[in-house]
């Protein structure tokens, strides 16, 4: 078995972080679908219900940095396995929770386990096989994984009808265990220890996780508190200072939790600010969506979940092409591509959102399914491709970052929008929220005129990271780069 391992690595290292990656997805789009029976299981508040997500997304965006940070330390095989580790055993404690903070802590720790694992297994990845196939087996990973991504909320939705929902915690062991035994065969101690500095700026991680715990908390919150509420506000004040505090840190001491003269590279920027727009389009959109079929045209959760397919369903294959694409041409033409039919499917729902009518909606559903995963593996292998190996584990952490933060922003600021314009329109059809839902035309009538003004919001998000990749993307295969002191990456196998 090990010598077989050993002979296939890249595609042992490949299936082996797949299987996490699948879990870490699994865990942000299956469990939305078990709320409710978790709820009355365990006689959950619906701000505890609330928190159940809000736990495992807030913990993924703070501790991803110090994740990617940790593995350039001390090694990314080492950092993925304790990773694979604290995962298996919250879910394990996700499981088995009896009480509501308990399910809580647990998500939380999930997601401790998550920060550590999605920057590292890119990177093993990556650095089992040679630049020109990197984009290819980047976008096979992403591409199994997604398959959970994909029927997450169909495979919640089922544990939890036929059996309970935790289940949706259960499976994750012996996947998560089939993982580590994979990566402990396939991919090798280090022979040469890589390391950026021997030490953590804890001064400047923490101005990052007070700045960034700040910004989440309140952009996850303000719908509910109020925008202009104290604790909003104050909780903007203090992401402004310790912000503010994190980059004067960054520039005047000698190892920086966070090199920011990263973001001088003109790709590495562009990558990660795509991803953070395309994040913020994606959340708000998938959320909305399977919100609209489920308010405006009266599907249940199931049917929802089915009919919202062509959204997810083309992330298994699409991923593949663009990570082939991006060997053969460069990130340039399936980001290009990518960000197009995205721009074009969510405009395309947007306008057609007010006729009532799946069989419209689905050309939008499709357009923007097969476009966002062109994007993702582009931007991920040009964010890698454009540093040095010493820090790609920090690479991956930010741009994971911006996905987090990302989507976060996006999905406060369009559920405000159509939240408050949902109000306005009733208001102007002379209805409460209360009468809407007994007079169910007006709500469907209001819902939908707001979900359109939304998604137009949504639409402009997308249609800014087009630019951005028309400006700032070369033309060229990543492998055809050249090379610098700094940056190794071209024709030769990077030590794992």
Not at 303 to 317: D, S
Request: charged fraction near 10%.
């Amino acid at each position: 078995m090990s010598l077989v391992v050993k002979e296939n690595k890249k595609w042992w290292v490949t299936f082996a972080m797949s299987a996490c990656l699948a879990l870490v997805y699994l865990d942000q789009t299956g469990v939305a679908l078990t709320l409710e029976d978790i709820q009355r299981s365990l006689g959950l508040s619906t701000l505890a219900v609330q928190w159940v997500i809000n736990a495992y997304l807030l913990t993924l965006a703070v501790f991803m940095l110090f994740g990617g940070r940790l593995a350039d330390m001390v090694g990314h095989r080492k950092i993925f396995l304790i990773g694979m580790s604290i995962f298996l055993i919250s879910s394990v404690f996700c499981a088995i929770a009896e009480m509501a903070w308990e399910l809580i802590i647990s998500r939380a720790l999930q997601g401790l386990g998550g920060a550590m694992i999605i920057p590292t297994s890119i990177v093993l990845i990556a650095n089992s096989t040679t630049v020109n196939e990197r984009g290819k087996m980047i976008g096979i990973s992403i591409s199994l994984g997604s398959i959970f991504l994909a029927f997450g909320p169909i495979i919640g939705g089922l544990l939890t009808q036929f059996w309970s929902w935790r289940l949706i915690f259960w499976i994750n062991v012996p996947i998560g265990l089939m993982s580590i035994l994979l990566t402990l065969l396939s991919v090798p101690k280090l022979s040469k220890k890589i390391t950026f500095s021997s030490t953590i700026d804890w001064v400047g991680f923490s101005a990052f996780a007070i700045s960034i715990t700040s910004l989440v908390v309140a952009f996850m919150q303000a719908n509910d508190w109020g925008w202009s509420s104290p604790v909003i506000i104050s909780l903007f004040s203090i992401f402004l200072i310790f912000f503010i505090l994190f980059i004067r840190v960054n520039t005047r001491v000698r190892m920086p939790f966070v090199n920011l003269k990263l973001f001088c590279n003109k790709t590495f920027l562009g990558g990660n600010a795509i991803l953070f727009l395309l994040q913020s389009c994606h959340v708000s959109s998938a959320v909305f969506w399977v919100l609209y079929l489920q308010n405006v045209l009266g599907y249940s959760a199931g049917k929802a979940g089915f009919f919202i397919l062509p959204v997810t369903l083309p992330v298994i294959f699409c991923a593949q092409i663009s990570g082939r694409l991006t060997d053969r041409y460069g990130s340039h033409l399936p980001i290009m591509l990518g960000m197009l039919m995205a721009v074009i499917g969510v405009l395309w729902v947007a306008f057609f959102a007010r006729y009532y009518n799946y069989p419209l909606l689905f050309t939008g559903f499709l357009l923007y399914g097969l476009g966002a995963p062109l994007v993702i593996p582009a931007a991920m292998t040009s964010v890698l491709s454009s540093i040095s190996q010493k820090e790609h584990g920090i690479a991956l952490g930010i741009a994971n970052s911006m996905r987090q933060i990302g989507g976060a922003l996006g999905l406060s600021i369009i559920g405000a929008v159509i939240t408050n314009v949902t109000k306005a329109r009733l208001d102007q059809l002379g209805a409460s929220i209360n009468e809407a839902y007994i007079i169910r035309h007006l709500f469907t009538k209001a819902y939908a005129e707001a979900f359109s003004v939304g998604m137009s919001i949504a639409a402009f998000f997308a249609l800014i990271a087009f630019s951005i990749a028309v400006v700032m993307f070369r033309k060229t295969p990543i492998y055809a780069l050249p090379t610098n002191p700094d940056n190794k990456l071209a024709a030769e196998k990077e030590i794992p």
